[in-house]
T-cell receptor, first 112, second 117 residues
Framework: QKEVEQDPGPLSVPEGAIVSLNCTYSNSAFQYFMWYRQYSRKGPELLMYTYSSGNKEDGRFTAQVDKSSKYISLFIRDSQPSDSATYLCAMIVDTGRRALTFGSGTRLQVQP | GAVVSQHPSWVICKSGTSVKIECRSLDFQATTMFWYRQFPKQSLMLMATSNEGSKATYEQGVEKDKFLINHASLTLSTLTVTSAHPEDSSFYIC?????????????FGSGTRLTVV
C-alpha cells in the first residue's frame, strides 16, 4: 500500500465548475501538507500548504485537512482553462532535511 | 520568493555519454537538495538527498555510481548521469530546502528532460 493515495484522473470539468481533488494517507505522523501544480514538462509549483486540520483559503483555492480521517482536499472555485494541469498532493513528517512524499498526481482538464 | 534555476531544460545525448544537470539556488542558500525523476504520467520519485559538503544519500534501487551528485556549495548542486542509456530517458527535477525559507521551504527547479538515443 502506498503511503499517499491520489486518484490519477484524468478529471475533465467545464469552465466555471468547482473542482475537488483529494488524497488519503496512511502515516499518521505526517504533519505538513502541500498541494503543488505541475504543468506539462515543468517543475511543480507550490499552491497551498497547511499544518493543522481545518480549512485554508487563498483566492479561488481552498485546502482542507482532516487528520482524524487522514484525508486532504483541494477545492478550486470558478475553474479556468489555465487551471488545466496535474495537481500533486505532498506531505511530510517534519520540515527541513527530509524529502516530501508525493501522491501520484491528478490530471485536471478544464474545458472552455 | 525563492528561486531554483535548473539547466539545461532539455538535452539529447548519445548512449554511453555522460550528462550533467545543474541546479542553482538564486536568492537563498540551499542546505539540502533533493533530486527526483519523473516518468510520463507518473509522480515524482526521489532519487537522492544531498546536504552541502556531504555525500548524497541515495534511495534504494538508485545506482550511486551512475547518478553522481555533487553539492559542493550552498547554491549549487549537480546531477551527472554517467554512461547514459535509453532507459535513463526521463524528466529530472531538483528541489531545494533552506531553513530560512519559513513555510515549508521546498522550491523546485523547472526540470530537465533527458533523452538518450
Amino acid at each position: 500500500q502506498k503511503e499517499v493515495e491520489q486518484d490519477p484522473g484524468p478529471l475533465s470539468v467545464p469552465e466555471g465548475a468547482i473542482v475537488s481533488l483529494n488524497c488519503t494517507y496512511s502515516n499518521s505522523a505526517f504533519q505538513y501538507f502541500m498541494w503543488y501544480r505541475q504543468y506539462s514538462r515543468k517543475g511543480p509549483e507550490l499552491l497551498m500548504y497547511t499544518y493543522s486540520s481545518g480549512n485554508k483559503e487563498d483566492g479561488r483555492f481552498t485546502a482542507q485537512v482532516d487528520k482524524s480521517s487522514k484525508y486532504i482536499s483541494l477545492f478550486i472555485r470558478d475553474s479556468q482553462p489555465s487551471d488545466s494541469a496535474t495537481y500533486l498532493c505532498a506531505m511530510i513528517v517534519d520540515t527541513g532535511r527530509r524529502a516530501l512524499t508525493f501522491g501520484s498526481g491528478t490530471r485536471l482538464q478544464v474545458q472552455p | 520568493g525563492a528561486v531554483v534555476s535548473q539547466h539545461p531544460s532539455w538535452v539529447i545525448c548519445k548512449s554511453g555519454t555522460s550528462v550533467k544537470i545543474e541546479c542553482r539556488s538564486l536568492d537563498f542558500q540551499a542546505t539540502t537538495m533533493f533530486w527526483y525523476r519523473q516518468f510520463p504520467k507518473q509522480s515524482l520519485m526521489l532519487m537522492a538527498t544531498s546536504n552541502e559538503g556531504s555525500k548524497a544519500t541515495y534511495e534504494q534501487g538508485v545506482e550511486k555510481d551512475k547518478f553522481l551528485i555533487n553539492h559542493a556549495s550552498l547554491t549549487l548542486s549537480t546531477l551527472t548521469v554517467t554512461s547514459a542509456h535509453p532507459e535513463d530517458s526521463s524528466f529530472y527535477i531538483c528541489s531545494a530546502s533552506a531553513a530560512q525559507h519559513g513555510g515549508y521551504g521546498y522550491t523546485f527547479g523547472s526540470g530537465t528532460r533527458l533523452t538518450v538515443v
